[in-house]
């Protein structure tokens, strides 16, 4: 079961005899469902930086497999005419 701040929250404890404080008890609740709260949304923050970085990073991807296409067709038309030139010269 995943644990939510809610779930903190709606926590009840039995009271026995020399049981724990409840005042103290739910205080440390609201600061864990606090801190919760806190970690669940720097959680989702990191979540949506690491796609829009794996976006970012498929664009470059893509780039190089267009540079490294574009310089193979550059090569192959330079070699074209360097076999025309020889073919001429001959």
Same mark, same amino acid.
């Not at 939510?4 to 469902?33: A, C, H, M, S």
């Not at 550059?74 to 020889?86: F, S, Y």
């Given at each position: 079961?995943? %644990?939510?701040?809610?779930?903190?929250?709606?926590?009840?404890?039995?009271?026995? =005899?020399?049981?724990?404080? /409840?005042?103290?008890?739910?205080?440390?609740?609201?600061? %864990? /469902?606090?801190? =919760? *709260?806190? =970690? %669940? @949304?720097?959680?989702?923050?990191?979540?949506?930086? %690491?796609? @829009? =970085?794996?976006?970012?990073?498929?664009?470059?991807?893509?780039?190089?497999?267009?540079?490294?296409?574009?310089?193979?067709?550059?090569? *192959?038309?330079?070699?074209?005419?360097?076999?025309?030139? *020889?073919?001429?010269?001959?």
């Amino acid at each position: 079961m995943k %644990i939510t701040p809610l779930n903190i929250q709606q926590k009840k404890f039995r009271v026995r =005899l020399r049981g724990f404080d /409840v005042r103290e008890v739910d205080g440390y609740l609201e600061q %864990i /469902v606090d801190e =919760l *709260k806190i =970690l %669940i @949304r720097e959680n989702e923050n990191q979540k949506q930086e %690491i796609q @829009r =970085l794996n976006r970012e990073l498929q664009g470059y991807r893509d780039r190089e497999i267009a540079f490294k296409d574009a310089m193979v067709n550059a090569q *192959k038309g330079l070699d074209d005419m360097r076999a025309n030139v *020889k073919k001429e010269a001959n």
